[in-house]
């Protein structure tokens, strides 16, 4: 069973950064794909970034400011963010899913963290 833990998290005023990292373990395969999703006060969760062997996908809300990265050993998944604004408040979400390439879709993955708080202030 894959067990995910998020990280990073925490309060920033517009304009700033945080790197969010997620703790990946449980799983012996690398052919997996990760991504981030985030959800808002009153909102649905989203998916913002993706990444499976190299490739990465972006949401068009945060493509050009948030940066998705990932190692093998240990595994880790990293949410680099910047230029943040009050709307990029969420709850941030880490999730794997078992197939080479799941894409923005949030049917494909099926393990999920706990999340960590994102709060950006203006």
């Known amino acids: 069973q894959v067990q995910l833990v998020e990280s990073g998290g925490g309060s920033v005023q517009a304009g700033g950064s945080l790197r969010l990292s997620c703790a990946a373990s449980?799983?012996?395969?690398?052919?997996?794909?990760m991504g981030w999703f985030r959800q808002g006060p009153g909102k649905e969760r989203e998916a913002i970034a993706t990444i499976a062997a190299g490739r990465t996908q972006y949401a068009d809300s945060v493509k050009g400011r948030f940066t998705i990265s990932q190692v093998n050993a240990p595994n880790m998944l990293f949410l680099q963010m910047n230029g943040l604004k009050p709307e990029d408040t969420a709850m941030y979400y880490c999730?794997?899913?078992?197939?080479?390439?799941?894409?923005?879709?949030?049917?494909?993955?099926?393990?999920w963290g706990q999340g960590t708080q994102v709060t950006v202030s203006s």
């Open positions: 449980g799983y012996t395969s690398n052919n997996r794909c």
């Open positions: 999730a794997a899913g078992p197939y080479s390439w799941c894409g923005l879709f949030r049917s494909t993955y099926n393990s």
